[in-house]
Nanobody
Framework: QVQLVESGGGSVQAGGSLRLSCAAS????????MGWFRQAPGKEREGVAV???????RYAETVKGRFTVSQDNAKNTLSLQMNSLKPEDTAMYFC????????????????????WGQGTQVTVSS
């Protein structure tokens, strides 16, 4: 029912920027939380940022001030602007979605999201 496709990953030097995009195919009558998660080799998948239908956002402490999540409802596109990238940001980045009711707060928790994209690789060199 919900299809997500990420794009925009690549290799950059520390301090550089990348903008990830997620094309979403979903119903228009439901509210969703949209999020970005990442997973490095040998590590658990962790939350990066989430955004609600009302535009509210939550970020992992490690990316606050550097990353910005946004969405274009007209185009059904989710974006993640990543600035001042660090080698620690190297990971596979995944787009995710979960249906929400009554304007509840969007969680930055992996297990709360049932819909996932295939991921796009981000590599930051020193």
């Amino acid at each position: 029912q919900v299809q997500l496709v990420e794009s925009g990953g690549g290799s950059v030097q520390a301090g550089g920027s990348l903008r990830l995009s997620c094309a979403a195919s979903r119903d228009t009558y439901s509210s969703y939380c949209m999020g970005w998660f990442r997973q490095a080799p040998g590590k658990e998948r962790e939350g990066v940022a989430v955004i609600g239908s009302d535009g509210s956002t939550r970020y992992a402490e490690t990316v606050k001030g550097r990353f910005t999540v946004s969405q274009d409802n007209a185009k059904n596109t989710l974006s993640l602007q990543m600035n001042s990238l660090k080698p620690e940001d190297t990971a596979m980045y995944f787009c995710a979605a979960v249906r929400r009711f009554g304007g509840s707060i969007c969680p930055l928790i992996r297990t709360a999201f049932p819909y996932w994209g295939q991921g796009t690789q981000v590599t930051v060199s020193s």
